[in-house]
């Protein structure tokens, strides 16, 4: 598959394992490397003036003398300019000596309109932040206005976790090399890479798949064929059967939506479990989707042994009372034996923050499986340790949670990161700021619930459900409410079904 993400480590030891398999070595992926980012700047930007190469002291800075060479051979006005020369008998130093262009001192850049930059000052071996010159050839660009093409990043971003060290270029194009990199798509590294292109550079799939990458973007090629569809004689509840925990008289709609979603989502049944004073509220608004009294875990208990439910969502609207967090311990402690998943949401994940010693506890089972769907602030209140520590990305910090509660993560926002104990992270890229309206999340967890009640494996059932998530509220467009998600999910699961 093609959506391994690599760390600039996996990057290196992909690279490393290229050269020892031959025939290519390291000046020779080099030349590949700069040799398609000097095609794409001529394709892309066919009537350039000018072309300002930065080469920087490392392998990045290797890759531009390349650019340099032959953009100037085919006949384009090439400025060279370094931040000083690469280390003796390095396959940059060969890069340079290879490129007969003069080399201008970073201090006196400033790129002129109608030129554009080529950023080959830093990519992979970033290590701390940029210094001085560098800050102001990157204040320089961006007030000339130039488009900026970035060989592997834009300097500054970091591959590892998208952040950004001290300053960096704002690219209109990336090109990176084999596989992207996670700071290509978490946020702020995102924006600035504009559009990122991976360019083949002669290492196989095969050398991509001997770095045991752990790391995906997230694309239905990879779990579609996990995707269920009804078998012939199914019946509603062989399709699998939701139940969705409703919150007070006031705050029932959360529920519903979450219901509505799994419904959309394929659940052959969905009850809502309703306390007494809500009851009147939910039956006014609910058709199809069952509605049963629930208002202790008696109650429950009676539910999940009459109707044998698959999946629970519990969170949704249902404040984060200590007792909420109470009621969370007691389901997954008597899960075994009633049903198989629990996706625990919003004031589900919040109320457990006065409980996490017992929370961490119970989940030693591993059991029910368990999907937690934390926002920016839940992920914080249920794992603050882990959203303290500045060195992890927020692809690590959702890996090293999901680790913690023996849980599948999504870790949501604009770059939602999905991550399973078993140490298997991905990305999502399809995400779209329609999606930030109140409600959307209650959609996700009922979609995610669906998915695990129809037997979808756990990971890839996460993953589809971001991405469906987000492809119906692409589809709905402008003027999106959460309400509208659930029936903008009928075309996604068309597409994705048979
Ligand atoms: N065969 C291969 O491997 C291939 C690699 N490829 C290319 O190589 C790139 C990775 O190359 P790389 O590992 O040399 O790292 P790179 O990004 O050039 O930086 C390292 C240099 O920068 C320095 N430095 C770092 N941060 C700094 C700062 N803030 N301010 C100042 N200096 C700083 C650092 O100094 P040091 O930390 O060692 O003191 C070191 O000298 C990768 O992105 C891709 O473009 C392709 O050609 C395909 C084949
Ligand atoms: N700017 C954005 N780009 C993409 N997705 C977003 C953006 N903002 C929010 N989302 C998505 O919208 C959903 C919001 O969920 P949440 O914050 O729980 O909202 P609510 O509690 O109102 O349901 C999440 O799936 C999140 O990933
Ligand atoms: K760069």
């Known amino acids: 598959m093609a959506f391994e993400l690599l760390t600039p480590d996996e990057m290196a030891e992909a690279d490393r394992l290229a050269i020892a398999a031959g025939p290519v070595d390291g000046i020779g992926l080099m030349r590949w490397a700069g040799g398609a980012v000097a095609a794409l700047v001529l394709k892309r930007f066919p009537a350039v003036r000018t072309v300002h190469v930065l080469c920087g ?67 992979a071996g970033l290590s701390r932040p940029l210094d001085g010159d560098v800050v102001q050839a990157i204040t320089r660009t961006a007030a000339a206005g130039v488009p900026v093409v970035a060989v592997d990043l834009p300097s500054g971003v970091s591959g590892v976790s998208g952040e950004v060290l001290g300053n960096a270029f704002a690219a209109t194009l990336t090109v990176t090399f084999a596989r992207k990199k996670p700071g290509h798509l978490l946020y702020p590294g995102r924006a600035l890479c504009g559009e990122t292109i991976v360019a083949d550079i002669g290492v196989s799939d095969a050398t991509v798949a001997a770095t045991a990458a752990r790391s995906f973007e997230n694309d239905p090629s990879w779990w579609r064929p996990h995707f269920p569809s009804p078998a012939k004689d199914a019946h509603k509840y062989s399709r699998g059967h939701v139940g969705v925990f409703s919150g007070g008289p006031s705050a029932t709609g959360a529920a519903r939506l979450s219901a509505m979603a799994a419904a959309r989502a394929g659940a052959g049944a969905v009850t809502v479990l309703s306390p007494g004073a809500s009851l009147v509220a939910n039956a006014a608004h609910l058709t199809s989707i069952i509605l049963r009294r629930s208002d202790t875990l008696q109650d429950a208990l009676a539910f999940f042994d009459a109707r044998k439910p ?18 969370a311990l007691e389901l997954m402690s008597v899960a075994e034996g009633r049903f198989g998943a629990l996706v625990l949401d919003a004031d589900g994940i919040s109320s457990l923050s006065h409980r996490r010693a017992a929370f961490f506890e119970v989940r030693k089972r591993g059991q029910p499986a368990l999907v937690l769907t934390p926002h920016h602030g839940e992920f914080g209140r249920l794992f603050p340790e882990i959203a303290a520590n500045g060195s992890l990305s927020k692809l690590e910090r959702a890996r090293a949670a999901a680790r913690r509660a023996q849980a599948i993560i999504i870790y949501k926002g604009p770059d939602t990161v999905i991550a399973a104990p078993d140490g298997r992270a991905a990305i999502n890229t399809n995400g779209t700021p329609l999606l930030a309206t109140a409600g959307s999340g209650d959609v996700l967890s009922g979609i995610v619930a669906a998915l695990l009640a129809q037997r979808m494996p756990a990971f890839e059932a996460a993953c589809a459900a971001v991405w469906m998530h987000a492809e119906a509220a692409r589809r709905f467009g402008p003027g999106l409410i959460a309400e509208d998600l659930p029936l903008a999910l009928r075309e996604v699961v068309a597409g994705l079904s048979g």
């Open 310 to 327: 698959e999946v629970l969502v519990y969170g949704p609207g249902l404040g984060a009372e200590p007792e909420v967090g109470r009621f």
């Open 57 to 123: 002291p490392g392998n990045n800075g290797g890759d531009g003398y390349v650019v340099a060479r032959l953009l100037a051979e085919t006949g384009v006005a090439v400025r060279l300019v370094a931040t000083g020369a690469p280390r003796k008998g390095s396959d940059a130093a060969l890069a340079a000596a290879e490129c007969a262009i003069a080399v201008e001192p970073l201090a006196a850049f400033a790129p002129e309109t109608g030129s554009i930059v080529v950023d080959a000052l830093y990519g």
